[in-house]
């Protein structure tokens, strides 16, 4: 079974740091783009970054570019974000996601995801 389980999220203030983890379990992760997507409050999903097999090519949305870095680990299957001056608009529920890495479809399998609230 494909299981992506995210962890990380937390409240912060703006301008702080959260690193987001994605372990990913049930098929080959190294075989597997992967991508961030998001969904703010009373919004729709928006994809947020992405990365192919080997972890050597990223996407990002113009949004978080210069702030987010994406990166995975293929030896212990995990996918990171690393989310640098947050703000206020990057509250959201985050979730990890197989699938074409850049743009929000297609999407695979998605996890529950990991709320992360900015403050101001």
């Known amino acids: 079974e494909v299981q992506l389980e995210e962890s990380g999220g937390g409240l912060v203030q703006t301008g702080e740091s959260l690193r987001l983890s994605c372990e990913a379990s049930?098929?080959?992760?190294?075989?597997?783009?992967m991508k961030w997507i998001r969904q703010a409050p009373g919004k729709g999903l928006e994809w947020v970054s992405g990365?192919?097999?080997?972890?050597?090519?990223?996407w990002y949305v113009p949004s978080v570019k210069g702030r987010f870095t994406i990166s995975r680990d293929n030896d212990n299957n995990i996918l990171y974000l690393q989310m640098n001056r947050l703000q206020s608009e990057d509250t959201a529920l985050y979730f990890c996601?197989?699938?074409?890495?850049?743009?929000?479809?297609?999407?695979?399998?998605r996890g529950q995801g990991t709320q992360v609230t900015v403050s101001s």
């Open positions: 996601a197989t699938g074409r890495p850049y743009g929000l479809y297609p999407w695979g399998t």
């Open positions: 049930g098929f080959t992760f190294s075989r597997a783009d």
């Open positions: 990365i192919n097999t080997i972890g050597d090519t990223t």
